[in-house]
C-alpha cells in the first residue's frame, strides 16, 4: 500500500487529482482481473489506499437566455450541433463521430456505437419531434459525407482531432457574452433540465449513458423531492379531514 500512497504524491505533483483518480482506477481493475485468474494474491492495494478525495463536479447549467444568446452567435456548422447537444445530452466525441447509419428517422431513435461512447456500451436516444425535422434538415446537407455533422469546410471531424469545434464553439460563447461555460455543459445543461421537469431518473441514466445510477442522481435533488413527498401525504390528509367534515354538515342537515 506505501508503494500507493507515494505514488499518488509523486503524480500530484505533475497532474490533477482527476487525472490520477483515473489512472489508480485502471490498476486497480487490472490487479483485480490478476487476481481472478491466479496471477496475484493477497489484497488489492489500491483498494486499501483508496482513491484521492476531490470536491464535487461542477455543474454548469445555461439559462435560457444564454441559450438564445450563445444560438444566435452560432455559425452555420455548429448551430446542429449545438442545438442536437442540448436535446439529446450526446458528448461533444459522440455528436462529432455520428453517422446517418446511426440514425433511424423512422423509428426515431439515435444508436450511440459502442466505440464512440465512453462506457463502451451502446445505448439508444429517442428523437424528439423538434430534433426530427432538425436532422431532416441537417441531412439534405450532409448525407453525402456520410457522417450527420460537419466542419465548416464541408468535411467530416477527425475522430481525435476536435480542435475545429472548439475553435468556433468558443468564438459563439464569447460572442454571447457567456461565461465559464464548456461544450461538455451542454450535457449537464439536459440532464438537469431533464431531471427538474419531471423526467424518470431510470430514463435519464439510459440517455446519458451513465454506468452508475449515482452518477445521474447529482441531477436531482432529494431535498425537493423529499418536500414534494410529505405534501402529497399531508394533501391526503387535508382532503380526507375535509371530505369527512362534509359529511357531519350533510347528516347533521
Same mark, same amino acid.
Given at each position: 500500500?506505501?508503494?500507493?500512497?507515494?505514488?499518488?504524491?509523486?503524480?500530484?505533483?505533475?497532474?490533477? %487529482?482527476?487525472?490520477?483518480?483515473?489512472?489508480?482506477?485502471?490498476?486497480?481493475?487490472?490487479?483485480?482481473?490478476?487476481?481472478?485468474?491466479?496471477?496475484?494474491?493477497?489484497?488489492?492495494?489500491?483498494?486499501?489506499?483508496?482513491?484521492?478525495?476531490?470536491?464535487?463536479?461542477? =455543474?454548469?447549467?445555461?439559462?435560457?437566455?444564454?441559450?438564445?444568446?450563445?444560438?444566435?452567435?452560432?455559425?452555420? !456548422?455548429?448551430?446542429?450541433?449545438?442545438?442536437?447537444?442540448?436535446?439529446?445530452?450526446?458528448?461533444?466525441?459522440?455528436?462529432?463521430?455520428?453517422?446517418?447509419?446511426?440514425?433511424?428517422?423512422?423509428?426515431?431513435?439515435?444508436?450511440?456505437?459502442?466505440?464512440?461512447?465512453?462506457?463502451?456500451?451502446?445505448?439508444?436516444?429517442?428523437?424528439?419531434?423538434?430534433?426530427?425535422?432538425?436532422?431532416?434538415?441537417?441531412?439534405?446537407?450532409?448525407?453525402?459525407?456520410?457522417?450527420?455533422?460537419?466542419?465548416?469546410?464541408?468535411?467530416?471531424?477527425?475522430?481525435?482531432?476536435?480542435? %475545429?469545434?472548439?475553435?468556433?464553439?468558443?468564438?459563439?460563447?464569447?460572442?454571447?457574452?457567456?461565461?465559464?461555460?464548456?461544450? !461538455?455543459?451542454?450535457?449537464?445543461?439536459?440532464?438537469?433540465?431533464?431531471?427538474?421537469?419531471?423526467?424518470? =431518473?431510470?430514463?435519464?441514466?439510459?440517455?446519458?449513458?451513465?454506468?452508475?445510477?449515482?452518477?445521474?442522481?447529482?441531477?436531482?435533488?432529494?431535498?425537493?423531492?423529499?418536500?414534494?413527498?410529505?405534501? =402529497?401525504?399531508?394533501?391526503?390528509?387535508?382532503?380526507?379531514?375535509?371530505?369527512?367534515?362534509?359529511?357531519?354538515?350533510?347528516?347533521?342537515?
Amino acid at each position: 500500500m506505501k508503494h500507493i500512497d507515494d505514488y499518488k504524491l509523486k503524480r500530484l505533483r505533475e497532474v490533477k %487529482a482527476v487525472t490520477v483518480n483515473r489512472e489508480l482506477a485502471a490498476l486497480r481493475h487490472l490487479l483485480f482481473i490478476a487476481k481472478k485468474w491466479k496471477r496475484f494474491f493477497g489484497n488489492n492495494p489500491v483498494s486499501e489506499s483508496g482513491l484521492i478525495k476531490t470536491e464535487s463536479q461542477r =455543474i454548469r447549467v445555461l439559462t435560457f437566455d444564454e441559450e438564445d444568446r450563445l444560438l444566435a452567435n452560432c455559425s452555420t !456548422h455548429l448551430l446542429p450541433i449545438l442545438k442536437t447537444a442540448l436535446m439529446t445530452g450526446m458528448r461533444q466525441g459522440e455528436l462529432l463521430t455520428l453517422r446517418w447509419d446511426d440514425v433511424n428517422l423512422e423509428n426515431n431513435l439515435i444508436t450511440v456505437r459502442a466505440e464512440i461512447s465512453k462506457s463502451k456500451k451502446s445505448r439508444r436516444i429517442p428523437i424528439s419531434t423538434t430534433l426530427r425535422s432538425l436532422l431532416l434538415e441537417q441531412k439534405m446537407k450532409t448525407l453525402k459525407s456520410g457522417v450527420v455533422f460537419v466542419t465548416h469546410e464541408g468535411i467530416p471531424y477527425s475522430p481525435k482531432n476536435h480542435s %475545429a469545434l472548439k475553435r468556433t464553439f468558443t468564438t459563439a460563447r464569447k460572442n454571447a457574452r457567456i461565461e465559464n461555460f464548456t461544450f !461538455h455543459d451542454t450535457r449537464h445543461t439536459s440532464a438537469t433540465r431533464m431531471a427538474e421537469n419531471g423526467a424518470n =431518473i431510470i430514463a435519464v441514466k439510459e440517455i446519458l449513458g451513465h454506468a452508475d445510477i449515482k452518477t445521474t442522481m447529482k441531477y436531482f435533488h432529494p431535498d425537493k423531492s423529499l418536500h414534494e413527498a410529505v405534501e =402529497i401525504l399531508g394533501n391526503l390528509h387535508k382532503d380526507r379531514t375535509q371530505n369527512r367534515t362534509q359529511q357531519i354538515i350533510e347528516k347533521e342537515e
